[in-house]
């Protein structure tokens, strides 16, 4: 088996979700936040960062795909979980893995802002703006990257290495 390329240990991921915890915590000191987490890629980082913010949060989950099973988004971007909490009382705060192609993150983001809660911001672990098709900036930001496959920590090949504990470049075996 060949070695991995690690992008970011598990001892670095565990700094930058605290930082960005710490952050939000001081950003919302006062608000009734709602995290929103998109799976499945984001619930390890979703895990981890709620943990990080010290305070009372509410938590729901959207199961979004525009992937299916591929490297490359498909573009069409398909609510296939959705939650049902009136959101006009609460301050939410959209959290995934990685924002890509930007599509899912910018359609999640138009269909809780109909939605009308008090407040809307976005969070992801890695950002990877080379590779927008849409534009979207995100609100909190762990990691910007460049145009990587990269698995773990959430993060997917097919089914896999979603419980690996850090972020590795990912190359199949037959590639050199």
């Not at 499945?40 to 305070?55: C, E, N, P, T, Y």
């Not at 989950?61 to 049902?84: C, K, L, N, P, W």
């Amino acid at each position: 088996m060949r070695e991995r390329q690690i992008l970011f240990s598990r001892q670095q991921i565990e700094a930058k979700v605290k930082q960005l915890g710490e952050q939000i915590a001081r950003d919302y000191h006062d608000k009734n936040l709602l995290v929103v987490g998109l799976l499945k890629g984001s619930f390890v980082f979703v895990a981890d960062l709620m943990r990080a913010i010290d305070q009372k949060i509410v938590i729901e989950f959207m199961t979004t795909s525009s992937y299916h099973d591929a490297e490359d988004s498909t573009g069409r971007v398909e609510i296939v979980q959705d939650f049902s909490r009136d959101l006009r009382d609460f301050d939410v705060l959209i959290v995934d893995d990685i924002i890509d192609s930007g599509l899912t993150m910018k359609s999640v983001y138009e269909l809780i802002r109909s939605r009308h809660p008090r407040s809307l911001k976005t969070c992801a672990l890695l950002d990877k703006p080379s590779r927008r098709k849409v534009e979207f900036e995100c609100d909190y930001v762990g990691f910007t990257i460049e145009d990587l496959f990269i698995v773990g920590y959430g993060l997917n090949y097919g089914d896999y290495y979603r419980n690996v504990d850090h972020i590795f470049v990912f190359v199949e075996e037959n590639e050199k």
